[in-house]
């Protein structure tokens, strides 16, 4: 008993009581999303919001459970858990159900089951585990090459499974990385940033206005190396001519690389398609449903668009549809303030941790939410092509719910262990 109270007594109660906050939204949207007035029992086990249910008690749960274990297991077995959910990622490429052109789902019975929502906990904690083994020093090779491949492994099997949605996600680690202090990771995320950017210009301008923008940019770059005779001419070159093969590689990459809804749906975000009743259709009923929320909202079960289902998967990806047209501002406001105030505490958490292995893990799981957060809600709103990934804690599916609870629960059950490490 004296345990059990030490735990609730060092659990971190402002993460938990967000996190709740949320979960409760995301139950009351996914009942407005499906709500059927045959079934008006939130509580109606036949339909999504019930099954929801289901998920969140199952996720509470395995919350609590988690808050009982010893928090030297996670450290211990980080690399079981990694290899176990590697695997899991193996048998989806053999025996894996499609859905919507991904290859991402495992069924047994009534009950499916997506291994890529769990590989990010599980990698997240191997690289944690890895790091966090006798304070290992990024500064060596060997070491950045380990840390690498433990990302870019399940990264690969995700994309294999044709969900780059979810590969995108891993994208995240690089930001732990880089508080972790790897080498040069500060210059590769300005890089992922250009390289956007000439991607984004390329469809817009075409090859050739590229061309001619680069050209004019070197030639002002050596003029301004051989007047102020600086050093480093060598290196900008380099950067150059990297630039200069990207553009080049941009059309290929977009015609033979990208399938062809990925690449309407790119178009469509960029403007240089309209198709309204196509391709573009989700994305433009979900604007029409959050604009249409104005200020206050049109009330809780009042929503037009989300009670004849204009917006397809509005209980799952395009869920901030609902909080918008029946919360309005204020509704999505709250939601997204929610979601920085929990990424703030995440981080106020893990610079407070005494092992590495702790705050790896704390700034791994702030990574994960921030990307799924960002690309979700812009997703909705027209800012980034559609690629299908949840909102964490608010979208429908249990494989989500229980990942992002189980990530969470680790993470507070660490945070409440930490004065006990020396």
């Known amino acids: 008993m004296n345990e059990r109270n030490s735990i609730i007594g060092k659990i971190d109660w402002v993460t938990v009581l967000i996190y709740l906050a949320l979960v409760l939204i995301g139950w009351f949207s996914i009942f407005s999303a499906k709500y059927n007035e045959l079934h008006p029992s939130i509580f109606d086990f036949s339909m999504e919001?019930?099954?929801?249910?289901?998920?969140?008690?199952?996720?509470?749960?395995?919350?609590?459970?988690?808050?009982l274990i010893d928090a030297k297991f996670f450290n211990a077995f980080s690399l079981w858990i990694y290899i176990f959910f590697l695997a899991s990622l193996?048998?989806?490429?053999?025996?894996?159900?499609a859905t919507k052109g991904a290859t991402s789902w495992i069924e047994f019975g009534p009950v499916k089951f997506q291994p890529s929502e769990f590989a990010k906990m599980a990698t997240a904690l191997a690289l944690a585990g890895y790091l966090g083994r006798l304070d290992i020093d990024l500064q060596k090779r060997k070491n950045q090459i380990i840390a690498a491949v433990l990302i870019l492994i399940p990264m690969a099997l995700v994309?294999?499974?044709?969900?780059?949605?979810?590969?995108?996600?891993?994208?995240?680690?690089?930001?732990?990385?880089?508080?972790?202090?790897f080498p040069g990771t500060g210059w590769l995320m300005v890089a992922?940033?250009?390289?956007?950017?000439?991607?984004?210009?390329?469809?817009?301008?075409?090859?050739?206005?590229?061309?001619?923008?680069?050209?004019?940019?070197?030639?002002?770059?050596?003029?301004?190396?051989?007047?102020?005779?600086?050093?480093?001419?060598?290196?900008?070159?380099?950067?150059?001519?990297?630039?200069?093969?990207?553009?080049?590689?941009?059309?290929?990459?977009?015609?033979?690389?990208l399938q062809e809804h990925?690449?309407?749906?790119?178009?469509?975000?960029?403007?240089?398609?309209?198709?309204?009743?196509?391709?573009?259709?989700?994305?433009?009923?979900?604007?029409?449903?959050?604009?249409?929320?104005?200020?206050?909202?049109?009330?809780?079960?009042?929503?037009?668009?989300?009670?004849?289902?204009?917006?397809?998967?509005?209980h799952t990806d395009?869920?901030?549809?609902?909080?918008?047209?029946?919360?309005?501002?204020?509704?999505?406001?709250?939601?997204?303030?929610?979601?920085?105030?929990?990424?703030?505490?995440?981080?106020?958490?893990?610079?407070?941790?005494?092992?590495?292995?702790?705050?790896?893990?704390?700034?791994?799981?702030?990574?994960?939410?921030?990307?799924?957060?960002?690309?979700?809600?812009?997703?909705?709103?027209?800012l980034v092509p559609v690629i299908g990934i949840p909102l964490p804690f608010l979208s429908y599916g249990g494989s989500s719910m229980l990942a992002f609870t189980i990530m969470l629960a680790i993470f507070v059950k660490q945070d409440a262990y930490r004065l006990n490490v020396l």
Not at 62 to 67: A, P, R, S, V
């Open 49 to 67: 919001y019930g099954k929801q249910l289901i998920w969140i008690g199952i996720a509470l749960l395995l919350g609590f459970t988690i808050l």
């Open 90 to 97: 193996f048998v989806v490429l053999v025996y894996g159900k």
């Open 159 to 181: 994309l294999l499974q044709n969900d780059t949605g979810s590969a995108i996600v891993f994208v995240s680690f690089i930001l732990v990385l880089y508080r972790e202090g």
């Open 192 to 257: 992922g940033v250009a390289a956007v950017l000439l991607f984004v210009f390329t469809l817009i301008w075409s090859q050739k206005i590229m061309y001619i923008i680069l050209g004019g940019l070197l030639i002002l770059t050596l003029t301004y190396y051989l007047v102020t005779k600086k050093k480093g001419l060598v290196k900008m070159l380099a950067v150059f001519a990297c630039m200069f093969v990207f553009v080049f590689s941009v059309d290929y990459a977009f015609n033979k690389v």
């Open 262 to 314: 990925q690449r309407n749906r790119i178009l469509v975000l960029l403007g240089q398609l309209d198709d309204p009743k196509g391709v573009g259709y989700n994305v433009h009923q979900s604007k029409i449903a959050i604009g249409s929320g104005g200020f206050a909202g049109k009330g809780f079960l009042q929503g037009t668009q989300t009670k004849y289902d204009f917006v397809p998967e509005q």
């Open 318 to 382: 395009f869920i901030f549809c609902t909080v918008g047209e029946e919360g309005g501002f204020l509704g999505t406001a709250t939601v997204v303030l929610l979601y920085v105030a929990l990424l703030v505490r995440i981080i106020l958490m893990a610079e407070r941790q005494r092992s590495t292995f702790s705050r790896v893990y704390g700034y791994s799981i702030a990574g994960i939410l921030f990307v799924h957060v960002a690309i979700n809600i812009g997703m909705t709103i027209g």
